[in-house]
Nanobody, 123 residues
Framework: VQLQASGGGLAQAGGALRLSCTASGRTLSADYAVGWFRQAPGKEREFVAATRRSYGTTFYGDSAKGRFTIASDNSKNTVYLHMNRLEPEDTGVYYC????????????????WGQGTLVTVSS
C-alpha cells in the first residue's frame, strides 16, 4: 500500500486548508485505521486525527478538537483532513498513515506511512 499525502501549503492564521491522503496499490479494508500525525520542527510526532470505517469511529487530538475534521471518500480511496481556524502552532509536516491500529491515537499501530506534506501557518 502506498499513501500519498497532499494539500499542504502556506496559510494565514484563522484560515483553512484541506489535506488529502490517497491510498494506492490495493484497497484498504474497512478494518484499517487511517490517521494523521504531525511533526513540528524540534518536536516529537503528534497525533492529530484518525478514522476507521468498520466501526465508524473517529478520534481527535486535543489540538484538533473543534477545528479539524477527518472524513473518508471511499469511492476515491481518500481520507481528508479539513483544518479550520488554523494557528501558527499548527505548522509542521503532516503525515498520513494506515494500519490495523488497536489504539488509533498511537503511531505504533500504523504500518503504512505517506511522505508528509508541509503546512505553514503565518501569524
Amino acid at each position: 500500500v502506498q499513501l500519498q499525502a497532499s494539500g499542504g501549503g502556506l496559510a494565514q492564521a484563522g484560515g483553512a486548508l484541506r489535506l488529502s491522503c490517497t491510498a494506492s496499490g490495493r484497497t484498504l479494508s474497512a478494518d484499517y485505521a487511517v490517521g494523521w500525525f504531525r511533526q513540528a520542527p524540534g518536536k516529537e510526532r503528534e497525533f492529530v486525527a484518525a478514522t476507521r470505517r468498520s466501526y465508524g469511529t473517529t478520534f481527535y487530538g486535543d489540538s484538533a478538537k473543534g477545528r479539524f475534521t477527518i472524513a473518508s471518500d471511499n469511492s476515491k480511496n481518500t481520507v481528508y483532513l479539513h483544518m479550520n481556524r488554523l494557528e501558527p502552532e499548527d505548522t509542521g509536516v503532516y503525515y498520513c498513515a494506515a494500519g490495523l491500529a488497536d489504539t488509533m491515537t498511537s503511531s505504533s499501530g500504523y504500518s503504512y506511512w505517506g511522505q508528509g506534506t508541509l503546512v505553514t501557518v503565518s501569524s
